[in-house]
Structures are given as structure tokens and as C-alpha cells.
């Protein structure tokens, strides 16, 4: 039985928080298998999708920095093999197919219209039976894409302009009548039915009450983040604080969660009954921005004193630390941030600038930085690491 503790200093928290996240374990002295990988999502419970890819996309981001090197294919594999499934659980993610009951809500409140969503609710309100006919058509003729459907006659425009075909497509995902069992190589989700796309053994599982799938979210989300106030445990899954705030009190009264004070914190926190501190960490790594770990930017700034603000959409002359920056944590502590960029052309992982945290000395992190990226670029299958001065 796990230790019991009712305070925590916040050295300890970091640690629950690392270990939790999977940083407990060394990475595989060999190259990861697809059952580490399929074990390292499922253990998460969710990995956010981005479409970036000036390094790599950022979902495989995640399973590098805890598992090392794996097969780049490794996603596909998993979804091809009905172990995980797209579906809005962070922001676009991949997610556990058993978790697939605990987001029936969701699509059912979007169908039904308890919950609307811009553009798509109206869409489908004033476009009912072309989406319809979408659906149909995809479950007689089977997968497709929003290109294979498309309605459009002019040139495409910005990133969310949208055709018909497109926007029913998204209303049908949302609702979860379609979902996605791929992405093409133009990153296109391919639409097809659920009973196409998952295991007969989820499809038949049943539809607990929506209070019920989000209480087993939070507890998924309390062990997944080992430490977590009521905000935190409701970002890890994109729900809204005041809708669990009552079922988190429910599950410290049923004694699921316990509620701990952490140092420095203003806001009381919970950890799951059987969380216990690790007797060791492995913790160094660079970190997609859109980690578990550091996804949620006020949680940064509580548990590692750490601001960190992606710079993308930053114009150039206003960035602080570059377009593609990667928190570097090493030994459980986020001690610097890289700027990134994968040049396939010429073979070579650039480097674009390295800044340190403030009490950090470049030379602390430079050998474990070093093998780090020289990690990253053999996995990458880049031949060369290349440095900026500065």
C-alpha cells in the first residue's frame, strides 16, 4: 500500500508529476518495440496531435523522449492494430481504445446539440441532410477523404477554409458517427464508420452515465499526472473545472483521491490513493510543446517555476527563444530550451539557439544536451547535429 502523505514540498510534487508521466522507467538499451510504444500511450492516456512539422510531428515527440529511438511508423501501427483512436481528448489526440466509452458523452452532447460547436452545429442544423448523405456514403463505399468528398471550385484559401464536404465530415467526427482510422500522407484524417475502426470489444462496451465517464477521466488524469489541482486534472482530458469540481469532491469521498498540500501552491491538489514517490527517476529529455508533461503552461510555471510560451505564430523579430523551441529537462528539472528544426535536405538536425534558465550554467547541460540531440537526430535518421554560434 502507497505511503500516505497529506503534504508535499514542492521538490516531491516535480517528482510524482515526472514519474508519473512515464519518467520513472530508463528508456530501452535497445530500439523501443511496438509493445513499448502501444504500453507508453497507454499509460499516458492521451497524445496530442499537431500538424507542425518543422521538426517532426509532434505526437511522436512524446514516445522519443521516454522511449528513445522506435519506429518512426510506430503510430500507424497502433491505430492500424485497433490499440488507440482519434478523437478530441486534449485538443486532437490519440487515445487507449478503452477509453473510447468515456468520450461517448462528448459525441452525444454535440449530437444532440447540449454542446454546440462553432461552425459545425450550424453547419449540420442547416445542412441536415447533405451530411447525411456524407454518412452514407462513407459507410457504403468505405474509407475516404475530405479531398476524395470535396465540394470546393475555387482555391483553397487559409488553413480552415473549409468546403461542404469538409465541415460535415468534422460534425460526423465530432459526433462520433465517423472517426479516423489513419492519416494520409498529406496528414488528411481518412474518415471511416466506428465499427470499421475499432475492436468489437470496445464497440460493444457499455455507455456509462456521463458523471460516471468523467470521474473515470479524473482518476485517469490524477494518476497520469501524479499531483494536480482541480484545473489540472480537468485540462488533462479538456474538461471545464466547474463541471468536475462536484466529482472530484466525490471522489475524495469514495477515497479515489486524496487531497494534499503542496508547497508554494495556492490552490489545494490531489493525488490518486495508490500514488507513492519514485525511488528514482529518468528523467532527461527534450519535450514537444505539446507534452503532458508541460502541455498545460500555468502548471509549468507552479511545478517547475518554469514560463514557457510557444513562439510559432510570434513574428520573427518578436520571439524570444525561436519558432520550434523544446523545453530540455534533465534529471526531472527543466533547465533549458532548444530551437529545433529537422533540414531533411541536407541530412542535418539544426540547432538554431540554446538558451539556459536563469541559476543554469550552459556547461551543466552540455554533455547530456549533446547526447540528447545526437539521440534525437540518429532516431531522425539525420547523419549530422549542426550548432549555431551564439
Known sequence: MAKRFDSLSIADARKLAVAAQGFDTPRPQTKATQR???????????????????????????????????????????????KIFEYWGHEAAHLPVSLHPLFRWKMNAARTGKVTHWGLTSFYEENKAFVKRTLKHVEKNGPTTSRELS?????????WDWDEAKVALEYLFLTGQLMSRGR???????YDTPERVLPRHVLDAPTP??????????????????????????????????AVRPLIAELVEEGELRAVAVDGWTEKAFVHRNAK???QLHATALLSPFDSLVWCRPRNERL????????????????????????????????????????????TLLVNSVHVEKG???????????????TMANWLGLEQVQIARG
Do not use: C
Not at 49 to 75: C, K, T, W, Y
Not at 151 to 159: I, P
Not at 184 to 190: L, N, P, Q, V
Open 151 to 159: 465540394t470546393r471550385t475555387e482555391k483553397k484559401g487559409t488553413w
Open 209 to 242: 452515465s456521463e458523471d460516471n465517464a468523467r470521474k473515470q477521466l479524473l482518476v485517469r488524469s490524477a494518476i497520469a499526472q501524479g499531483v494536480a489541482t482541480v484545473s489540472d486534472l480537468a485540462d488533462y482530458y479538456r474538461q471545464k473545472p466547474a
Open 36 to 82: 513499448q510504444v502501444d504500453a507508453t500511450i497507454a499509460r499516458l492516456g492521451v497524445v496530442q496531435i499537431d500538424s507542425v512539422n518543422v521538426l517532426v510531428r509532434s505526437q511522436e515527440l512524446p514516445l522519443f523522449a521516454r522511449l528513445g529511438n522506435h519506429n518512426r511508423n510506430a503510430i500507424p501501427k497502433a491505430t492500424e492494430a485497433k
Open 304 to 347: 517547475f517555476n518554469f514560463h514557457y510560451r510557444i513562439e510559432i505564430y510570434t513574428p520573427k523579430e518578436k520571439r524570444k527563444f525561436g519558432y520550434y523551441v523544446l523545453p530540455f529537462m534533465m534529471n526531472g528539472e527543466l533547465v533549458g530550451r532548444v530551437d529545433l528544426k529537422g533540414d531533411r535536405g541536407n541530412s
Open 277 to 279: 514517490l519514485p525511488k
Open 360 to 374: 543554469v550554467k550552459r556547461s551543466a547541460i552540455s554533455d547530456a544536451l549533446n547526447t540528447e540531440l545526437h
Open 184 to 190: 494520409g500522407s498529406d496528414f488528411a484524417r481518412i
